[in-house]
């Protein structure tokens, strides 16, 4: 490993400054990180669809990155393993896709509905990788914004940043943060391997995953309570007191007042279940999180300004990703997409061309979003790309899910980035460097994911293997099937008070007197749609990093990210095992 000095990497994240002479886009780099790519790429679908929900792989691709070159040569060091981990970070995006592949299907499956919209090896590798690359080019210029002028938390970047200063790192403070991060990794990983032991021997034991709160209605099946997960609990440090008690407040709303008005005003039909909830719930969800995110971007359209100026005035970053390319790239990418769902997918190229210009708002709101609290809206805001196809094209289930492929393929690539710069940011890495690793990684992703996914079809078929975002996918399409009036009226009147406290929380928290009083309106949009579990166990860890940084300051500093991010990267990094365990049929149930 190098001999570089370590730095302390603060809540916010602090600047890193790369040493003359060290060495970032290096031909060992390059093909390490296509074999992370396709390793992460081919495990991610069997992860993703196993566990319903995609866990933090930028922590595990820098690992793998430190192990493939880490132990082998003296000279590697930390910005080499932040290409790696970009590369690692893209593909795990490009194959959290799968959900909606899956999706796809399951609608096809129906044979009532009499469409078939499954792709082919080919078509999902053309797909994915046009309107992944797409999603890079559409963020790169707001990293100046994002991660440099509004510094936001971007946790699961900080956390794989820390883990990339901790392998690479030498002296007293640093081998203690290293301590601190690996003796967190361990109790994370053993509570996992504790919780799941009964699916390495038979008769093993396995403690609970979740702890309920009996005094809320209908708590089983909302899964109101306490989640006993690491990797929620050090998220929540990271992301801060405010917005995880913002995120406790709306998921109070969601998931321990909304089920029984629901219930009561017969909404719900007998033998529901906690996604028939969420169909409702994600309507004033998302009219929370977009109103809030535009609002924001509208107040500080200056600071907007000025970054643009920033990117195409002589003060530019020569190392940064050059804009022209940007000018260049999207609308080749566009009009590539635009000719692939025509010619294979039947989309007239209108429907496309509108996909693609209402995702570039709908990504800024996921930016933010994912900035805030570590959690991508992928699937919201696809749901509402879904909505509004819906509304143009009513009863064309086949549009309403095209479309929202652009703009989950958009989303997902685009917070992948963001937070790779984030971690590069810290460390000192070239963005530029950054973005063509990603770029890279995406079509190496996508063959990965193309050549994987058919192998585990049947099993979707079957019924074994599948996500509750896919089911939410699947659901919302058969209500739009009916056009957008076989929604419950009571969603639209939620969407329209929810969007107006979107607007007025975020225009009242610019003043900074306030803004301490006032959830946000970000955090309540999420954690109406985060499991509420995942979210009361994340506002334990915002009060336990709370009170560490006002008892110790100094400490909190030294250790709090550290920690967290071993928590973060233990259940991470196992989470990731156990499904190739599964994968290879070495686990019971």
Known sequence: MSSSNSSTVGIGGV?????????????????????????IASSYPYVVLKLGFGPNISVVSAFLGFLALGLVFRNFNRWENNLIETAGTAAGQTAFLCTLMVAFDLLSFDE????????????????????GCLGVL????MRQHYVVDEKLPFPDGIAA??????????????????????????????????????????????IAEEVHFSFVPHFQKVGAGLELGWLSLGSGMIVGLRVTLSMIVGGILAWCITPSYLVEHAILKEGWKRNDVLLWVMWPATGMLTAGGLTALFLKWKVLRRTFQQLTG????????????VAIGVPVLAV??????????????????LAIVLSLPLMLVGLRVLGETNWGPISALSNLMQGVFGMIKPGDISANMVASGVTGSVCAESEGLMQDYKAGHILGTTPRYLTYIQLMAIPVGALAVSLIYPLLRP????????????????????ILAGGVE???????????????????LTVLEQKAELRRLLPSPTGMGIGMLVPFSVVATMALGGIVGEIWQRSSPQTAEKYLIPLASGFIAGEALLGTVFAGLAAAGLLHG
């Open 112 to 131: 009532a509905l009499g469409i078939d919209i499954s792709l082919s090896p080919l078509q999902s590798f053309i797909w994915l990788s046009l309107a």
């Open 314 to 325: 002589p003060t530019s970053d020569a190392r940064d990703f050059p804009l022209r390319w």
């Open 161 to 206: 940043a820390q883990t990339m200063i901790v392998l690479d790192s030498r002296g007293p403070q640093a081998r203690l943060s290293a301590l601190a991060m690996v003796l967190a990794a361990l109790v994370s990983a053993a509570r996992f391997v504790a919780a799941n032991l009964h699916r390495l021997f038979e008769g093993g034991k396995s």
């Open 486 to 504: 076989a929604v419950p009226q009571s969603a639209f009147v939620a969407l329209i008070v929810f969007t107006l406290l979107g607007i007025l």
């Open 15 to 39: 600047v890193g400054v790369k040493p003359a002479g060290a060495r970032e886009l290096t031909l060992r780099a390059v093909l390490v990180s296509i074999v992370v790519a396709a390793i």
């Open 336 to 353: 590539g997409l635009i000719a692939f769902q025509h010619y294979s997918l039947g989309q007239a190229w209108w429907q496309t061309a």
């Open 138 to 141: 559409l963020a790169v210029p």
């Open 459 to 478: 099993e979707v078929q079957a019924g074994t293997l599948t996500s509750p975002i896919s089911k939410k996918w699947e659901g919302f399409a058969k």
